[in-house]
């Protein structure tokens, strides 16, 4: 006899109340077995405690702005690895770097990299994750960014290095009777998103030529980054946000500013490109277009070279001019070398040939000071464990796990830079007080900014280009005086470094 026949109303009266509870506990069951099973995965890795269930407090430490700096210290606290999230770790090795990042690894790009999708439904290289297609991808990209297919950039990349000293020229030296204060931080933004843009489809956005933040395009940059570091954190909501209503409020193509303003005008350089009987260039846009790429995957890698080039440059130029003015000892020694070799005839005017640059070692230690310092890409760049599972600095993670770069750890190694690695130090590259195959860890653990292997940054000599030359030409030019030392710059973590009010009195030097 059934339950309903004896008692006629459970479905009427008591039972909603009680079903609903059986509901709501067997829900808080089942949720409380998932988070069981997802800290238990991962339980033998160290880390803070409530990381181990949900990644709550990694936003909460993004929106401090001071993420990678929170992490360095992380690692020093519970080793080579730390458990940041449910499914999260994070190391702070080279040696890991190298072996998860190798041509040969089996590793793949995590979700992380979706959310860096602008262009709905066409992916770019940095966030697709297939590993067949990244690689055709890639191998398609590379003669346009080594340059080998077209003029070569060094050419671009002096022009807008003189636009830069003639715009201090023209509007920003100071006299005593006449103060002429200069924003930095968003002029080396300026610099490098002309460079990149001229250098990709051959006509620079004219950041420079107008002295204007074109299209607002620093603005949002600087406003979407800290909610982008935000949501990182959250690879999953990447699909909710591509669906209506929330999709709505994505840049795109047709506004009439920010990210969606820069599409537009990156799409219609593309649209002009493609058009029948137009002219080809001579840059990588058309390096490009003569290995194959289709309409939408060209608008995707331009507009991947324009954020991907621009704010990590930026930040290399803008840190390492802050720490030479930190060190006056520093900067009279470049000044010092950079003088010799002029009077010695090794330096060309009025812009320095990137092999002349080479040949100048203290330039050489400031440049990696720089970005050892403030590495430019402080994303975490979270990669997949493959589904056999994987030993990661002794600890075996199961297929799925994400690994991403605790890359301040990396950075500021005492092991491998010595004790002050937390300060800039150009001659710890050269004091003779470390062997050749110490400078050599040193040198291949700073090459690590840009990534390495098969996820290497593929603008890295177009990077290493514009610091050599842009370095040189402003010291040799300009003293410059911070306008407000107890606060030099504003800067936020947010995968890249939002800086802001890194306010300078420039002069002529003296
Ligand atoms: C100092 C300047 C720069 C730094 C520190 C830097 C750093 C990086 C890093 C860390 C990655 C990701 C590696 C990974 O996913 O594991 C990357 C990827 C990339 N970068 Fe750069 N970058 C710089 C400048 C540039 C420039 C100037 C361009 C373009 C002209 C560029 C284009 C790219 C591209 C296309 C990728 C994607 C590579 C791939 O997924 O295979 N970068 N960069």
Known sequence: MSLLRIYPNILSTAAPATLALSGAVGAAVLLLLREIRSWWRLRHVPGPFWHAFSMYPMIKLTQTGRLSAILKDYGEEYGPLVRVGPNEVMFGDADTYRSISGVRSSFTKGPWYELSRMIPDQDSLFSMRDEAGRKELRAKLTPGYSGREGASF?????????????????????????????????????????????????????????????????????????????????????????????????????DEAGFGGLMGFAMNLVDKRLAPGAEPGDDMMQAHIRQGLTHKELAAEVFLEMIAGSDSTATAIRMTLLCLLNTPASLSRLRAEVDAAEAAGRISSPVIR????????????????????????????????????????????????????????????????????????PERWLDGTKDAEELH?????????????????????????????????????????????????????????????????????A
């Open 354 to 425: 990137d092999r002349e640059a080479y040949e100048l070692p203290y330039l050489q230690a400031v440049i990696k000071e720089g970005l050892r310092m403030f590495p430019p890409s402080t994303g975490h760049n979270y990669k997949e464990v493959p589904p056999g599972g994987a030993r990661v600095c002794g600890y075996d993670l199961p297929g799925g796990t994400q690994v991403g770069v605790n890359i301040m750890r990396m950075m500021r190694d005492k092991d491998t830079f010595g004790g002050d690695a937390d300060v800039f130090r």
């Open 154 to 254: 060094e050419p671009g990349v002096d022009k807008h290095v003189q636009m830069l000293v003639n715009l201090i020229e023209r509007k920003y030296l100071s006299t005593p009777s006449d103060f002429r204060p200069i924003e930095f931080s968003h002029k080396s933004q300026y610099f490098a998103l002309d460079v990149i843009s001229y250098l990709g489809f051959g006509e620079a956005i004219g950041f420079l030529k107008n002295d204007s933040d074109m299209h607002h395009y620093v603005e949002s940059n600087d406003a979407f980054f800290p909610v982008l570091a935000v949501v990182l954190n959250m690879p999953w909501l990447d699909r909710w946000l591509r669906m209506w209503p929330l999709s709505l409020a994505l840049p795109k193509v047709g």
């Open 441 to 509: 860890d040193m040198a291949a653990t700073v090459e690590l900014a840009f990534g390495h292997g098969k996820f290497q940054c593929l603008g890295k000599t177009i990077a290493a280009m514009e610091l050599n030359k842009v370095i040189v030409e402003l010291v040799r030019r300009f003293d410059f005086a911070v306008v407000n030392p107890p606060f030099p710059l504003r800067l936020w973590d947010a995968a890249f470094w939002v800086t802001n009010d890194f306010w300078l009195r420039v002069t002529p030097r």
